[in-house]
């Protein structure tokens, strides 16, 4: 289990998502162009997002934390699933899906309120590029996965 390579890239999905679930969530700011109020984007709650002045808007983003929390638990379930590489690979791709679907919610929810507000100028926090990993290190392991099962045919072929 863990002497395969797509073992620890699993596992380094689990722990990328769970450190995205848990850090500072903001991953985007948009500010007036008159500094007269702003808008914060967040993965899904603000530990440290207590709204101090009324210029500033809070927007959690469930739909993300909902990806990230199914990525984590097919990521999971892929590990354990070592002896059956046709069912680890679906549930591969089962994650490498959940990690583009959490990727694209984000880049939409930031488009669709710089579209929707041409008075906000908007940034990405550097906390923006964990979800990028998710999708990097998901598509590692269904890569190593087909890489193994194939091997094994090979295998079996010249037996």
Do not use: C
Not at 25 to 43: E, G, I, K, Q, R
Not at 67 to 82: H, N
Not at 98 to 113: D, H, K, Q, T
Request: proline residues 2%.
């Amino acid at each position: 289990m863990i002497q395969r390579i797509q073992t620890i890239f699993l596992i380094f999905v689990i722990v990328v998502a769970y450190v995205n679930l848990w850090q500072d969530p903001v991953y985007a700011w948009f500010t007036a162009n008159d500094n007269s109020n702003s808008n914060v984007l967040m993965f899904w709650h603000s530990y440290a997002g207590v709204v101090r002045d009324g210029n500033t808007m809070y927007t959690p983003d469930l739909m993300t934390a909902f990806f990230t929390i199914i990525m984590m638990i097919s990521g999971l379930i892929t590990v354990f699933l070592f002896k059956n590489r046709r069912l680890q690979l679906k549930t591969a791709w089962i994650t490498l899906f959940a990690a583009i679907l959490a990727v694209g919610v984000l880049y939409l929810r930031y488009f669709l309120l710089s579209l929707s507000n041409d008075n906000y100028t908007g940034q990405f926090s550097i906390h923006f590029l964990w979800p990028h990993f998710f999708v990097i290190f998901a598509a590692l392991s269904v890569y190593n996965i087909r890489k193994d099962e194939r091997l094994v045919r090979s295998m079996n072929r010249i037996r």
